[in-house]
């Protein structure tokens, strides 16, 4: 069984241009999320996809956004990028289990903002 | 304070020996609880899911002690490939997100 993959794995951009980031879950999985790990920091909460809706978000400002398709794969946008934008970015799915299901997470898209 | 803080390490161990260390976590309405494991510039693994009964998985083993509000994990017979970072993942149910603890740096040496 595939797992969760994502597409660039390595991208490069400039301050203030937009980033487009890529991820299929598991097959069978209708729920994806979005991280953020920055050099030296844990892993943070950015966004909640199911059914192709928002369920949650984190702290995180509104230039970071997503969105997820029928085919529940989605793409994480992020506009205005600003040096601390670098980092690593990880997708992970889960089943719909129902709240409190185990998220499998892809090896993720490495973001550098120069 | 953290939402789910983790002594960061790193635990020097050496190959054979068990190693074990602790995850607290502030917020008691946490329902789910997990380890993840991660290399260095890898994605997370989840290792196992922590269950109120405490649960093994060969030498892993998980505990939770909800009146304390923290959750540990133990290895038994390290490994040189038991090195790596364990990260203490708790979900408040609401939202469904994880909250990641700063993670714990395993070394197992020969």
């Known amino acids: 069984e595939a797992g969760v993959t994502q597409s660039p794995t390595h991208l490069i951009k400039t301050r203030g241009q937009q980033a487009t980031l890529r991820c299929s879950p598991i097959?069978?999985?209708?729920?994806v999320y979005w991280y953020q790990q920055a050099l030296g920091l844990g892993l943070q909460f950015l966004l909640w996809?199911?059914?192709?809706?928002?369920?949650n978000r984190g702290n995180f400002p509104p230039r970071f956004s997503g969105r997820q398709f029928p085919n529940y794969s989605s793409e994480l946008n992020v506009n205005a990028l600003e040096l601390e934008d670098s980092a690593l970015y990880l997708c992970?799915?889960?089943?719909?289990?129902?709240?409190?299901?185990?998220?499998?997470f892809g090896p993720g898209t490495r973001l550098t903002v120069t | 304070r953290k939402e789910v803080e983790q002594d960061p390490g790193p635990f020097n161990v050496p190959e054979g020996a068990t190693v074990a260390f602790n995850c607290t976590y502030s917020?008691?309405?946490?329902?789910?609880f997990f380890w993840y494991r991660q290399d260095c510039r890898k994605e997370p693994k989840l290792l196992m899911s922590?269950?109120?009964s405490g649960n093994e998985d060969g030498r892993f083993t998980a505990q939770l002690n909800r009146a304390s509000q923290y959750i540990s994990l133990l290895i038994r017979d390290s490994k040189l490939s038991d090195s790596a970072t364990y990260l203490c993942?708790?979900?408040?149910?609401?939202?469904?997100?994880?909250?990641f603890g700063g993670g714990t740096r395993v070394l197992v040496k020969p």
């Open positions: 922590v269950y109120s």
């Open positions: 996809y199911d059914e192709g809706e928002e369920r």
């Open positions: 097959s069978g999985h209708t729920s």
């Open positions: 992970a799915s889960s089943s719909p289990a129902g709240g409190l299901s185990e998220q499998y």
């Open positions: 917020n008691s309405a946490s329902q789910s």
């Open positions: 993942v708790v979900n408040r149910g609401a939202g469904n997100k994880l909250t």
